[in-house]
């Protein structure tokens, strides 16, 4: 899952700024903190992970694809997924630079509602997305 998720960052330079914590911390942070206490949903092609869908409850936390699985549907049936998990409404962070995922989300029916100046780690501006309950 860390390594779709470095991956994916990468790739989607410079909407979504680099990652902040080395390779390393992102592996520990996912072995330690994601698998153990987050829902966690993936899409795996050939038994590879190649999507990755991390809940909180009522948040989409994390949903990454790997890059060569771009524009393959992964994604929206990832949030699929978290609708039917919390069909009574869902909120998500995502950068402000980081047009491909907003109009994504807002396809899916999210819509903008607050915004930050940069009040994350990485410094960046971004955008609180909701989907109201079905």
């Not at 790739?11 to 829902?39: C, K, M, N, W």
């Not at 393959?72 to 409404?89: I, W």
Request: glycine letters at 8%; hydrophobic letters at 40%.
């Amino acid at each position: 899952m860390a390594a779709v998720w470095l991956r994916s960052r990468r790739a989607s330079t410079p909407g979504v700024p680099a990652p902040v914590h080395s390779d390393e911390i992102v592996h520990e942070y996912f072995a330690t903190v994601v698998l153990p206490q987050r829902e966690t949903w993936v899409v795996e092609v050939d038994r590879q992970i190649v999507a990755l869908l991390v809940l909180e409850p009522g948040w989409i936390d994390q949903l990454y694809v790997d890059p060569r699985y771009f524009g393959r549907g992964l994604g929206s049936r990832l949030v699929d997924v978290a609708k039917t998990v919390y069909p009574g409404g869902l909120d998500l962070w995502t950068f402000t630079a980081n047009t491909g995922a907003r109009r994504f989300y807002e396809r899916h029916g999210f819509m903008a509602i607050a915004s930050t100046d940069g009040d994350n780690e990485e410094g960046a501006p971004d955008v609180r997305y909701h989907w109201p309950a079905s």
